[in-house]
C-alpha cells in the first residue's frame, strides 16, 4: 500500500485532499486544484439537484419521473430502465448513490431541467454558487465528456456542502443496497460499514478518469471530508482512502459545527439564469413586477425670475386602457419627493431582434422593405406590456406577453459534442461494456 507521497508521484492522474468538515481547514492536499474527471462523482450534485427540489417543494419523494428512450439508452452501470418506464424521486435517488445508475441520471435530468444540456447548465450554476471555482458539467451521470472537469477541493467543497445544506436527505447516501424490479443492487462504496465514521459519499470511474472516491467520517467529535482522484485500481483507491482517514481523523477539531459552505439565494431559479443564451433570450411569460427604469438628462439651471410668472403645464394623466402597466409617464409620484428635472426617457425593449429591425419610428402609408420582407403595422393587443408596437413580418406568431408578432428562426441543429460517446465505456467496477 503506497502512502500520500509516493502515490502522488507514482500515478500522474492522482489528486487528494483532507478537509476538516468543522473548520473548513485542510489537514492534506496533493494537487487539489489540478483539473481531473469526476467520473461518477458528478451525480453528488445531481443529488444536490433533487434535494434542493424536494426541500422547496417542487417534487415529492412519490413523484414519478418518466425515462425517455434517450435515458434508457444509457450504458452500464445501469437499472436497465426501458423506454416509457417510470420511478419515483426515491427510487431514483437510491439508483444513484448504490448502482450509480447512469439512466436514472439522465431521467432526473430530463424531468428536472428539460434536456439534459440545460440540466448540466443549471449544475455548472450550481457550483459556481457553492464556490466550485473550477467544475464544469455536460452531464448528469460522468460518463466521458472532455470538458466535464473538476477538482479534488471541489468535490470536498460539495461533499461538504451536501451534508450542511441537505441533513434530512444525507442519509440516502448511507445506503448500502437497493431493490428495483425484485432486483437487489450493492452499493460501489466499499468503505461503508468496514472503516469507522464512514458515512458516505460516493464512488466514481471511467478510464479517463481512474477509480475515484468522495468520503465523509464523523467519530470522536471529529468530522473529515476526504477526496481521492484518479486511483488505479478500486482496491488501491479505498486502501488509499483509509489510510488517509486513519492520518487524518484525530487532527481534526472537536468544536462545534459551523456552516462552512453558504447555502446560495434563490434556489434552482438562480441556477436556470445559466440557461439563458447571449442573444436569442426566451420572452417572460408574466408581466414584472419590478419598477419601471427611467433615465433623466439634466437641463441647463433657469433663472427664477424669468418663470416667476409663467403658468406651468401639468401634464395629463394616462389612459389606462392603453397602458395598463406603471411606467415613468403614468406612476405617480412618490409623497414628499419632488419631480426630477429634465427630459425623462422611457425605458422599454422590443420582443425580438427581428421587430427591432423592422420596426420605424414614423407611419408610412405603404408598406416598408427591411431585411425580413413587408413590415406590417400590426394591431394593439389588450395585453401589450409595453408603450412600444413593433412591427413584424406576416410569416411570424405571437409573443405571449407583448401580444405582437414575433419571427420565429430556424436553426440548425448543433453537431455532437466530441468525446460525449457513450460506447466502450467502463463501469465502476472496471469492467469494459459496449
Given at each position: 500500500m503506497l502512502g500520500a507521497a509516493e502515490q502522488a508521484s507514482a500515478n500522474a492522474k492522482y489528486a487528494g485532499i483532507v478537509m476538516d468538515a468543522k473548520t473548513g481547514k485542510v489537514l492534506y492536499e496533493s494537487n487539489a486544484d489540478a483539473p481531473r474527471y469526476p467520473a461518477s462523482l458528478t451525480k453528488m450534485m445531481t443529488a444536490y439537484m433533487i434535494f434542493e427540489a424536494l426541500s422547496s417543494g417542487r417534487i415529492k419523494k412519490d413523484t414519478r419521473v418518466p425515462v425517455s428512450r434517450n435515458a434508457a439508452a444509457e450504458p452500464p452501470t445501469n437499472i436497465a430502465l426501458r423506454p416509457g418506464d417510470s420511478l419515483t424521486v426515491d427510487q431514483a435517488v437510491r439508483a444513484l448513490v448504490t448502482r450509480s445508475a447512469n439512466d436514472a441520471a439522465t431521467a432526473v435530468a430530463e424531468f428536472?431541467?428539460?434536456?439534459?444540456?440545460?440540466f448540466a447548465s443549471m449544475m455548472t450554476a450550481k457550483a459556481r454558487q457553492l464556490g466550485m471555482s473550477r467544475t464544469t458539467f455536460k452531464n448528469a451521470h460522468g460518463l466521458p465528456n472532455s470538458r466535464q472537469k473538476t477538482t479534488a477541493r471541489d468535490m470536498a467543497k460539495l461533499s461538504i456542502a451536501l451534508r450542511?445544506?441537505?441533513?434530512?436527505?444525507y442519509?440516502?447516501?448511507?445506503?448500502t443496497s437497493f431493490t428495483y424490479k425484485k432486483r437487489r443492487y450493492g452499493n460501489h462504496n466499499r468503505l461503508l460499514g468496514r472503516v469507522n465514521g464512514v458515512d458516505g459519499i460516493k464512488t466514481g470511474y471511467t478510464r479517463a478518469s481512474g477509480f475515484n472516491l468522495a468520503s465523509s467520517v464523523q467519530a470522536n467529535g471529529r468530522s473529515i471530508v476526504a477526496v481521492v482522484l484518479g486511483g488505479r485500481t478500486s482496491r488501491s483507491r479505498d486502501a488509499h482512502m483509509a489510510d488517509?482517514?486513519?492520518r487524518y481523523l484525530n487532527k481534526g477539531s472537536t468544536g462545534r459545527d459551523r456552516m462552512l459552505i453558504a447555502k446560495a439565494p434563490g434556489g434552482a431559479r438562480t441556477a436556470l439564469a445559466a440557461m439563458i443564451p447571449g442573444k436569442q433570450v426566451p420572452l417572460p411569460t408574466e408581466r414584472p413586477e419590478a419598477e419601471t427604469l427611467t433615465a433623466y438628462a439634466p437641463e441647463a439651471p433657469v433663472k427664477a425670475a424669468a418663470v416667476m410668472n409663467t403658468a406651468v403645464p401639468r401634464p395629463r394623466a394616462a389612459v389606462a386602457a392603453v397602458d395598463p402597466m406603471p411606467t415613468a409617464s403614468t406612476a405617480p409620484e412618490p409623497q414628499g419627493r419632488a419631480s426630477a428635472g429634465g427630459w425623462v426617457i422611457q425605458v422599454?425593449?422590443?420582443?425580438?431582434?427581428?421587430?427591432?429591425?423592422?420596426?420605424?419610428p414614423k407611419p408610412r402609408r405603404r408598406p416598408a422593405r427591411c431585411s425580413h420582407g413587408p413590415c406590417r403595422s400590426p394591431k394593439r393587443s389588450k395585453r401589450a406590456a409595453s408603450p412600444i408596437i413593433a412591427r413584424a413580418s406576416s410569416g411570424s406568431t405571437a409573443s405571449p406577453m407583448h401580444g405582437a408578432p414575433v419571427r420565429r428562426s430556424r436553426r440548425k441543429a448543433s453537431p455532437a459534442t466530441p468525446c460525449s460517446s457513450k460506447t466502450g465505456v467502463e463501469d465502476e467496477s472496471g469492467q469494459r461494456r459496449a
Open positions: 428536472l431541467g428539460g434536456s439534459e444540456a440545460k450542511e445544506h441537505y441533513p434530512q436527505y442519509s440516502y447516501f448511507q445506503t488517509l482517514i486513519k422599454a425593449s422590443m420582443p425580438s431582434e427581428d421587430e427591432a429591425s423592422c420596426s420605424s
